[in-house]
């Protein structure tokens, strides 16, 4: 249950940083990455995860398969 | 990492932690969009400006035409983020080669950014303004954006500080910026109306959601007209930059006038869109023009008598250092700075200070003087002029170095301000660049005359053939002074049948050289 962020798009603008409420993202220097341990996908605090919906690159904010999500479909 | 600036001792520091818990606090009170509250607005037609807003910008270079021939500002870029998607903007692109609005280089923390503003105060002594204009939104980023200004009002008390926002965030912290003594404020507002808004707004993030389409342009209008008088019934001026879009806002930027004016808006900025499609911003790649420069003045013109209008911003990028119009930046670079020994000299700055004062009074004494050889003269002629210069309100920079010209609408009731042209540098080293003439000669088409204080023989020769007369004789002397007496000769001749006096074409807004400002 992770969002990842896809580095080679990241434009390292920090605006998914202030908006997430785990505190689960940190900036690396040039790119902004994601603790999959801290991440809920927002889950019990908004209703999209706020990353994705800050993100001002489509798709940049993304699930990571290598972690089941939350509310599988 | 210990802190880059040199603190007099910290006794009297502010408490960071409380104004920290301000700001989250802040953060969360977005109360619903106020709809409906036009209630203020200040008295209009201020002609002459009340003591106590003539202090507040009588040494800004954006907010007063005159000051930004004398005094210079600096912008930091502490704040990436952004909390909206324009079509006129592309996050993705950030070239050290590029400079156009909003593109940066080099993001600062708040501790490096005020170590900057020391390091430049204290080399240019007219530095008299910072502004946070993102390349993001300040406001969406509130944290980084106070702490910055907390820290420079610390350490440079004369400094004024200014932001820019896109107004979405505005309302939640206009106590905030009340707090922190930023007396001016620029909100970019490019409608009034959500569904030509929903043409330049993809989307905004708001309340923790992404808003799409009319309701997202809704939303935003409304947080901005809330912002603005917010600030207008505190007192904080407020000046308004919208982006001429052709075909789309065109038009409907006299109706943001409107809106913004009796919303006690102190200044209206309308800047032409930049879209070569190298950019990769959604109008750049549908082929969405910018205006020509004729369009421009024409809508400036209108906008004009209902509220001040701005013109000449130059559009600067979000670490822009230096007069408008000139970009020191490269000499403030974070590692030039690490390595400055900086002292800063506040007696030094308000003396030097006091001394372009000096030079201002006797450049208003000099324009009233020729205006009144001019007062009695009676012609309904008026003609552009391009002045190349470096600053002070003289005519001092020669052809081939001019990176921008300065325009002059002359008449007789006097020389007006009226824009600027960037043009590429005609001379590179001392030798003429052959292809670069041209495109000068296209940028100041409009003109009949172009003020300089050196200018070559081949160049002379070809402005001519073009129609725009090259006048060297008044090298060193004071714009306004000097083109009027131009003018008066200039009906002179006109009267005598010497010349015939006709109407100039168009000019084209060069969008490669409002990119590239070396
Ligand atoms: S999905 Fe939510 S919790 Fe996960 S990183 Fe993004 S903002 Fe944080
Ligand atoms: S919002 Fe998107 S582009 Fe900006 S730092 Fe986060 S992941 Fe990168
Ligand atoms: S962009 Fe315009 S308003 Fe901003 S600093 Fe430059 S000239 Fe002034």
């Known amino acids: 249950m992770a969002f990842k962020i896809v580095s080679s798009q990241c434009t390292s603008c920090s605006a998914c940083e202030a908006e997430c409420p785990n505190e689960a993202i940190s900036d690396k220097g040039t790119t902004f990455v994601i603790d999959p341990a801290k991440c809920t996908e927002c889950v019990g605090h908004y209703d999209s995860p706020q990353c994705a919906a800050v993100c001002p690159i489509d798709d940049t904010c993304v699930v990571d398969p290598k972690f089941p999500r939350y509310q599988a479909a | ?518």
């Open chain 2, 1 to 518: 990492m210990d802190s880059p600036v040199n603190h007099p001792a910290h006794e009297g520091a502010v408490d960071i932690d409380g104004i920290m818990q301000q700001i989250a606090e802040h953060k969360g009170c977005g109360t619903e969009g106020g709809s409906g509250k036009a209630s203020c607005g200040s008295g209009a037609g201020q002609g002459d400006l009340p003591t106590e807003i003539w202090e507040k910008v009588k040494n800004h270079p954006c907010y007063s035409e005159e000051a930004h021939h004398h005094y210079a500002r600096m912008h930091v870029a502490v704040a990436p983020a952004c909390n909206i998607q324009c079509n006129y903007c592309n996050r993705k692109y950030d070239c050290a080669n590029e400079s156009r609005p909003g593109v940066v280089s080099e993001k600062l923390t708040p501790e490096a950014a005020s170590r900057k503003v020391l390091a430049v105060a204290s080399t240019i002594p007219q530095m008299t303004v910072l502004g946070i204009a993102g390349p993001g939104d300040p406001l969406a980023n509130p944290a980084k954006t106070f702490k910055t200004f907390e820290l420079i009002s610390e350490v440079a008390p004369d400094i004024k500080l200014c932001l820019s926002t896109n107004g979405l965030a505005l309302p939640d912290h206009v106590d905030t910026i009340e707090k922190f003594k930023v007396d001016h404020v620029t909100i970019t507002i490019n409608m009034v109306d959500p569904e030509i808004g929903a043409q330049i707004y993809p989307w905004i993030f708001w309340n923790h959601r992404r808003y799409t389409g009319v309701e997202a342009s809704q939303i935003l209008h409304e947080r901005q007209m809330l912002g603005l008088e917010m600030l207008t019934e505190r007192g904080i001026l407020a000046k308004i930059n919208s982006v001429m879009i052709p075909g789309v806002n065109d038009q409907h930027l006299v109706e943001v006038n409107k809106a913004v004016k009796s919303r006690g808006a102190f200044l209206h900025n309308i800047m032409p869109l930049i879209s070569a499609p190298e950019h990769g911003t959604v109008f750049g790649l549908n082929g969405q023009r910018g205006p020509s420069a004729q369009e421009l003045k024409a809508l400036q013109d209108s906008c004009e008598g209902e509220m001040n209008m701005m013109r000449h911003c130059r559009q600067c990028r979000a670490d822009a250092v230096g007069l408008l119009g000139e970009d020191r930046s490269a000499e403030f670079t974070t590692e030039k700075i690490m390595d400055m020994e900086i002292a800063y000299d506040s007696a030094g700055r308000k003396a030097y200070q006091e001394k372009v004062e000096e030079e201002r009074a006797a450049k208003v004494a000099a324009r009233s003087e020729e205006l009144e050889a001019l007062a009695g003269t009676a012609s309904d002629i008026t003609v552009l002029a391009a002045v190349a210069t470096k600053g002070s309100g003289l005519i001092n920079e020669h052809f081939g170095h001019a990176k921008e010209f300065q325009i002059y609408e002359l008449s007789t009731a006097g020389a007006k301000f009226v824009g600027h042209r960037r043009v590429d540098l005609y001379c590179q080293g001392g030798y003429g660049d052959e292809d670069a003439l041209p495109t000068v000669i296209r940028a100041i088409n409009d003109c009949h005359a172009v003020f300089v204080s050196k200018i070559g023989g081949c160049p002379k020769a070809e402005l001519t053939a073009a129609g725009i007369e090259p006048v060297d004789e008044y090298a060193h002397g004071f714009i306004e002074k000097s083109a009027l007496k131009w003018f008066r000769t200039y009906l002179e001749r006109v009267a005598s049948g010497e010349v015939e006096h006709t109407r100039h074409g168009d000019a084209s807004i060069r969008q490669g050289a409002l990119i590239n400002v070396a």
